[in-house]
C-alpha cells in the first residue's frame, strides 16, 4: 500500500482517482499542478498542493506519483511533467485494472494507466506513461511505445508497434506486424493495414496518410507542459 499524489485536476484525474480508490491498495491523499494553475486549495475532496510545495508534505520516497494528464500536443504535456517529476526523483505508480486481462509474460510501464476490458496478450509490451481507456485489445508481441494514448475499443494486433507520442481513436484497427511512426493520430474508426510514417493523421477505412500532419489537428497542437 502507497500513498499517491495525482498531478492533474481534469476528468481524467478525477477518474484515476476512483479507480485506484476502489481497486488498488493505494490511498490517493492529494492533487497537485503547477502553482499558476491552482485556483482553489482542494479538488475532489483533497488537498490541491501547488507543485513547488509539495515536497514539503509528499517528498520523493513518501507518495508515489501518478500523471493524469490526457493528450493534448499528441501528449507531449503529459510526457513533460512526468520527465519533470522524474528528474525531481519521484518515483510513479502503474495501474491495470482487475477487470482487464492479462495474460501474463507483459510488461506494463511506469506512470502507465489501463482501463477495464483491456486484453493484454502474452508478450504484449506497454511503455511508461501510456493510457489505455477501455475495452482495447492488445494482441501478442505488440508493443506500446512510450506516452501513446490509447482510447477504447481499439484492436492492435499481434506483432503490431505504436511508436511514441501517439493518439489512437476510438474503434479503430491496426493490422498485424506493422509499425505506426512515432507522433501519429490514427483517427477513431480508422484501419490501417501496413506502416504510417512518422508524424501522420490517417482517418477512415484502409487509412491513407492525410496531406494535415498530425500536430496541425486541432487539439493535438503542441502546448508548453504545465
Not at 491523499?29 to 508534505?57: H, M, N, W
Not at 517528498?59 to 500523471?67: D, E, I, R, T
Request: glycine share 12%.
Amino acid at each position: 500500500m502507497s500513498d499517491v499524489v495525482i498531478f492533474g485536476v481534469g476528468e481524467f484525474a478525477e477518474v484515476a482517482a476512483a479507480y485506484l480508490e476502489n481497486d488498488s491498495p493505494h490511498t490517493v491523499v492529494a492533487f497537485t499542478l503547477d502553482r499558476q494553475f491552482c485556483e482553489e486549495d482542494a479538488f475532489a475532496g483533497r488537498p490541491l498542493i501547488p507543485y513547488d510545495k509539495l515536497s514539503e508534505q509528499y517528498p520523493p520516497g513518501k507518495a508515489l506519483m501518478l500523471v493524469a494528464i490526457g493528450f493534448s500536443g499528441l501528449n507531449e504535456v503529459r510526457q513533460g511533467i512526468y520527465e519533470r517529476c522524474k528528474a525531481d526523483g519521484y518515483e510513479f505508480v502503474s495501474y491495470v485494472c482487475s477487470q482487464a486481462v492479462e495474460w501474463g509474460h507483459t510488461t506494463v510501464g511506469e506512470n502507465s494507466f489501463v482501463f477495464e476490458n483491456n486484453v493484454l496478450q502474452p508478450f504484449c509490451r506497454i511503455g511508461n506513461n501510456c493510457v489505455l481507456w477501455s475495452g482495447n485489445h492488445i494482441g501478442h508481441h505488440a508493443v506500446i511505445e512510450d506516452h501513446c494514448f490509447i482510447t477504447s475499443h481499439v484492436v492492435v494486433s499481434g506483432g503490431t508497434v505504436v511508436g511514441r507520442n501517439c493518439f489512437v481513436g476510438v474503434n479503430a484497427t491496426l493490422a498485424d506486424h506493422i509499425r505506426i511512426g512515432e507522433n501519429c493520430v490514427i483517427g477513431g474508426g480508422a484501419i490501417v493495414l501496413k506502416d504510417a510514417e512518422p508524424g501522420g493523421a490517417y482517418f477512415g477505412s484502409e487509412s491513407e496518410r492525410s496531406r494535415i500532419p498530425a500536430l496541425r489537428i486541432p487539439g493535438f497542437r503542441r502546448r508548453k507542459a504545465g
